[in-house]
């Protein structure tokens, strides 16, 4: 197969967890993953993470190559979907999974708690919607798959910023959705429930036990039980599926 005629898929936040376990969802020949990251506390131990999912997608018969990119400010999202699709010129998959978590108690979280987590987790999706929906709009082609959580549907207590933006990504969802049908662009969203990364490793055995004690299916989720309701979703079997919300929680929301 041509390079160009691969299928381009952007994942935000795929150095790690869920991220990287989609990337190597779309590890194919007929595939080139992008994707980005950003860790301006760590640079370097995030670039090695960043390394290890491009090795990792390779190893497993893909191509991937990741840049440093903040998806909350539209100038750094703006450059990296010019580089891609001056390497590339498509888009035909957009993950939006970047996300970040600063829990405290509605009555103790700052300004700046809030600020932080909505500008990521949902002003992020929409800078990265728009790049990626201009250049999908003009191959009449693409999906885009929102990675939402149960939380913005059930919400938690000490997370009033993280549900508010994924219960945003579940509007902007069902919003692109019906403005994007006509132009064969499908979006949906995937809520996971407990799913076992480095954001829920930072949680107290306390709230894990608690966490763990819901799940109706008794086991905290893998990020690969998310990525392959995304890779479902961004099949040639799932053409007639848009604006829905696949939840992928071992039954912790039904
Ligand atoms: P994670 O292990 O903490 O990984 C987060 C990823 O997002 C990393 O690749 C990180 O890059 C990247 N990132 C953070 N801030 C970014 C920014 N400003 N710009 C670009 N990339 C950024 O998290 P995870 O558990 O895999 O979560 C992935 C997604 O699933 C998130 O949207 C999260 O809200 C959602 N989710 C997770 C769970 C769960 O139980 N884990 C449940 C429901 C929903 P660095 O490596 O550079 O930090």
């Known amino acids: 197969m041509k390079k160009e005629e691969k299928r381009v898929v952007v994942v935000t936040g795929g150095s790690r967890g869920i991220g990287r376990a989609i990337c190597l969802a779309f590890a194919a020949p007929d595939k080139q993953v992008f994707f980005n990251y950003f860790s301006p506390a760590d640079p370097e131990g995030e670039k090695a993470h960043a390394k290890k999912t491009e090795a990792l997608v390779k190893e497993a018969g893909g191509f991937a190559k990741s840049a440093s990119v903040n998806v909350a400010l539209e100038t750094d999202v703006k450059a990296f979907f010019k580089e891609v699709l001056d390497e590339t010129g498509r888009i035909d998959i957009l993950v939006n999974n970047a996300g970040i978590t600063k829990d405290k108690l ?61 219960a945003g990504i579940i ?9 994007f049908a006509q132009r064969g662009i499908t979006v949906n969203a995937v809520a996971p429930g407990f799913i076992e990364t480095d954001m829920t490793a930072a949680l107290s055995e306390k709230v894990r036990a608690s966490m763990l004690g819901q799940i109706p299916l008794g086991r905290a989720g893998q990020p690969e039980d998310v990525a392959h309701a995304v890779a479902f979703l961004a099949s040639d079997e799932a053409t007639y599926i848009t604006g829905q919300v696949i939840h992928v929680s071992g039954g912790m929301y039904i």
């Not at 250049?135 to 999906?143: E, F, H, L, N, V």
């Not at 509007?171 to 403005?179: I, P, Q, V």
């Open 106 to 166: 509605l009555m103790r979280m700052t300004e700046q708690d809030w600020d932080a987590v909505l500008d990521v987790n949902l002003k992020g999706a929409f800078h990265c919607t728009r790049f990626a929906a201009r250049a999908m709009i003009q191959k009449r082609y693409g999906r885009i798959i929102n990675i939402a959580s149960i939380v913005g549907v059930i919400g938690n207590p000490g997370q009033a910023n993280y549900a508010a933006s994924k």
């Open 171 to 179: 509007g902007l969802t069902k919003t692109s959705a019906r403005e």
